[in-house]
């Protein structure tokens, strides 16, 4: 139901609780509700074929760029469902300019590290929080959290 949602309101600027199967993303229609400004999004993805429908699902992303606000949930208890690092092509996302919000804390196994910090804040400039653990190591997103701090960046929560 997320899908045909999402590929039959173009006036839409909220839709919360959706649950989608990025394989139905990439099936069908594109999205064209682009006046979204509130996207929280359970996506169920499969492990086996992250690499091939990630893009896909980013490629879907990028087209809402008047987006302020992203929730992403795994509807598994330790699943990732968009891997947030450049090798997974991040980048993909830079249209997303009107982010300040971006919710991870219910995807408990990003891998984060110092250049996706990096690429957020020169690519987002209006980010001004992320919620959820940056890298499944705790001393790795504690030393990415300080970092950031210091440097008056995004905070992590």
Not at 39 to 48: A, F, G, H, K
Request: aromatic fraction near 6%; charge should be positive.
């Amino acid at each position: 139901m997320a899908q045909e949602v999402m590929s039959s309101c173009p006036s839409l600027t909220t839709f919360k609780g959706c649950n989608i199967r990025a394989i139905d993303i990439i099936r069908r229609r594109p999205w064209v509700c682009l006046k979204l400004k509130v996207l929280e999004l359970r996506l169920l993805s499969d492990p086996s074929t992250l690499c091939q429908t990630q893009p896909l699902v980013f490629d879907q992303l990028s087209k809402l760029t008047l987006l302020q606000e992203l929730y992403v949930y795994s509807w598994e208890a330790n699943g990732l469902m968009l891997d947030l690092r450049l090798e997974h092509r991040l980048e993909r996302l830079s249209s997303l300019r009107s982010l300040r919000f971006l919710d991870l804390s219910h995807t408990t196994m990003q891998s984060m590290r110092q250049q996706e910090i990096d690429w957020m804040l020169n690519h987002w400039k209006n980010l001004e929080r992320v919620f959820g653990k940056l890298n499944t190591k705790s001393s790795t997103h504690d030393a990415l959290l300080k970092m950031r701090l210091k440097c008056g960046g995004i905070v992590a929560v």
